[in-house]
């Protein structure tokens, strides 16, 4: 108590202030201000400066640059950098020292576009590797988000192997190189794929400097082709010609392999600066003809599928990379020029006959003919002299018809067995091709596996009858149905024809015969063996005419003999015409009483 009496009160202490909790006086708080200024720094609107993550939610990151309150910066200005975290510096932009509410508001994205052009100027001039934010897709590539400018990578720069979805890139933040910069339109182009070139063009290096013929490398499917695959083999590419995928028959690569398969694969040949590098797959296991059954021989039936056409022949399939060959002329007993897509197509199942086998060259040639039996080997019994058979038309030439009996035996009917009476000058003319014929086996040549046939034989021959029909002199009328420089092609009864030169179609008037005029024809020549009758129209009227001067050169010799006789006047002449008289008399007496 003591001790408090001896204690005085201060002079000049505010009562009022420490009522309402101010216990500073005026000279403390100014010294107070300006200790706590001190430790604040000093900023201005507009202005980038440095600042620490001292919070992070979903939505916001909050951030202390020395100043007197926090800024809030929204999550999404920080999305190219996902590994953002609590304790990091980042630039900020100071839009506003305090707004309304008494809060700093600040801006990274601004800040980054501030000072970024000069940051991707000196990316580039230093090739510093940079994060950027892959934004969208467009044409050729993807838009990249490097320090809030909107840069262009190109399709070709995302990675050293071909792209196949794009959007799988879409929100992510990649590493990249500036490799161009448009100063004048303010364009940035950047690759993901120049980062990992290096690296890849020394693990090159080392592949290549290893490289062997035989060697057995694993790689990864990186492209496939109608030609092959392209293989990764680690930063080298290889390419399995489609050949040497399968030992069998390859129509497309991707029968064999998959894109990002992994597989092994044997080198089978390089050039000098082992740039172009031939892999095999089918290589590495054993080839089929090793394991063909040692059993199969010539006369043996296969059973395999066409994997191959051609006009010549088909490729056929009896294993896996064991293929014989049909030719075209062992599909048929038929002698006509076929194409092999006649008979079968690829796909198909067939049975066929080995018809040689040479296991050191890995050929073979089949045969499906021989299934069946040669039609010519029982030629004479099925097919004798004299027999009739019908025909299909298969082609023409001037001198005849090709025609087939049945497969494999063919037959010729010459021109001159097509009809007895009709002037064939093309077999067009009489058939057409795929139709089909009467005919008659005239001659077997088996040699040369041909049949001489006939038409015409089938019928009796006319011109026996003909012969005594159209005699040397008989008149016959006619239809001109073919005017030729030589003549004309008439039509006479029974459908046999005749020819009649230019100077027998005269007619009486002097006029020349026309093309479809009817007109009485004299036959002047008959020739059975030929077939041939020459006609004349002129001789009808010109026989005639000579005909009727004769009978008159007759009768006026027979009255120029009865003027030279004397005339006797006497008993006996009298007698005889009286009784002429009578005669002639009695003559009409008898007809009246009929």
Known sequence: ?????????????????????????????????????????????????????????????????????????????????????????????????????????????????TRSWDRVNAALENEEIIKGYVKCRTKGGMIVDVFGIEAFLPGSQIDVKPIRD??????????????????????????????????????????????????????????????????????????????????????????????????????????????????????????????????????????????????????????????????VSEMSWSQHLRSAQDFMKVGDEVEAVILTLDREERKMSLGIKQLKADPWENIEEKYAVGTKHVAKVRNFTNFGVFVEIEEGVDGLIHISDLSWTK???????????????????????????????????????????????????????????ELLDKGAVVSLPYGVEGFATPKHLVKEDGSQAQLDEKLPFKVIEFNKEAKRIILSHSRVFEDAAKAEEKAEKKAAKKTSKKEEAPMIQNQAASTTLGDIDALAALKEQLEGKK
């Open 166 to 327: 794009y959007d799988v890139f879409v929100g992510k933040t990649m590493e990249f190189k500036v490799v161009k910069i448009n100063q004048e339109f303010k364009n940035v182009v950047v690759s993901h794929k120049a980062l990992i070139e290096a690296e890849l063009e020394q693990q090159k290096k080392e592949i290549i400097g290893k490289l062997e013929k035989g060697q057995v490398l694993e790689g990864t499917v990186k492209n496939i082709t109608s030609y092959g695959v392209f293989i990764d083999l680690g930063g080298v590419d290889g390419l399995i010609h489609i050949t040497d995928l399968s030992w069998g028959r390859v129509s497309d690569p991707r029968e064999v392999v998959s894109l990002d398969q992994k597989l092994n694969v044997v080198i089978l040949d390089f050039d000098d600066d082992k740039k172009r590098i031939a892999l095999g797959l089918k290589q590495l296991t054993p080839h089929p003809w090793d394991a063909l059954d040692p059993n199969l021989k010539v006369g043996d039936h296969v059973k395999g599928k066409v994997v191959v056409m051609a006009d010549y022949g088909a490729f056929i399939e009896i294993a896996p990379g064991v293929e014989g060959l049909i030719h």
């Open 423 to 481: 002037k064939i000058k093309h077999p067009s003319e009489f058939t057409q091709i795929g139709a089909e014929i009467e005919v008659q086996v005239l001659e077997i040549d088996k040699e040369n596996r041909r049949l001489s046939l006939g038409h015409k034989q089938l019928e009796e021959n006319p011109w026996d009858v003909f012969e005594t029909v159209f005699t040397v002199g008989s008149i016959h009328e006619g239809t001109i149905i």
């Open 1 to 113: 108590m003591e001790n408090l009496k001896n204690i005085a009160p201060i002079e000049d202490f505010n009562w009022d202030a420490y009522e309402s909790g101010d216990t500073l006086t005026n000279v403390s708080k100014e010294e107070l201000e300006k200790a706590y200024d001190s430790t604040l720094n000093k900023v201005n609107d507009r202005e980038v400066v440095d600042g620490t993550v001292i919070a992070m939610n979903k939505r916001e990151v909050v951030v202390n640059i020395g100043y007197k309150s926090d800024g809030i910066i929204p999550l999404s200005e920080f999305r190219y950098n996902p590994d953002l975290k609590v304790g990091d510096t980042v630039e900020v932009y100071i839009e506003n020292q305090e707004d309304k509410k008494g809060q700093l508001i600040l801006s990274h994205k601004k800040a980054r576009a």
